[in-house]
């Protein structure tokens, strides 16, 4: 099992941009691709960006492409997301998760881990 925990949500005003941090621990040999996914108030969770750890592919939901880049420090066992021009509709608790496959695919609960989650609030 791969322990996840992120960090970095906040309050931020639209326009702003904000990075995202998951520390993964435990069993990291078994990580082949990670994830960030948000669920906003009375919504289901919703897939933002998947990387492969080692591959480098990436995978963008399209209400982020060219705004959200997911990026891996290897040496660290950190996953982050970058997030530009933030908009209000962003707002959500955004979660990170991880799964021994190689395509595990965009539902959130096809990953075997997942974290507590992060506060992200983007104020008009």
């Known amino acids: 099992q791969v322990q996840l925990a992120e960090s970095g949500g906040r309050l931020v005003q639209a326009g702003d941009s904000l990075t995202l941090s998951c520390e993964a621990s435990g069993r990291s040999v078994g990580l082949s691709t990670v994830a960030w996914f948000r669920q906003a108030p009375g919504k289901e969770h919703e897939f933002v960006a998947a990387?492969?750890?080692?591959?480098?592919?990436?995978d963008y939901a399209d209400s982020v492409n060219g705004r959200f880049a997911i990026s891996i420090d290897d040496a660290k066992n950190m996953v982050y997301l970058q997030m530009n021009t933030l908009k209000p509709e962003d707002t959500a608790v955004y979660y990170c998760a991880a799964s021994p496959k190689a395509h595990p695919g965009r539902i959130f609960s096809g990953y075997d881990d997942r974290g507590q989650g992060t506060q992200v609030t983007v104020s008009s």
């Open positions: 990387r492969t750890w080692w591959g480098g592919t990436e």
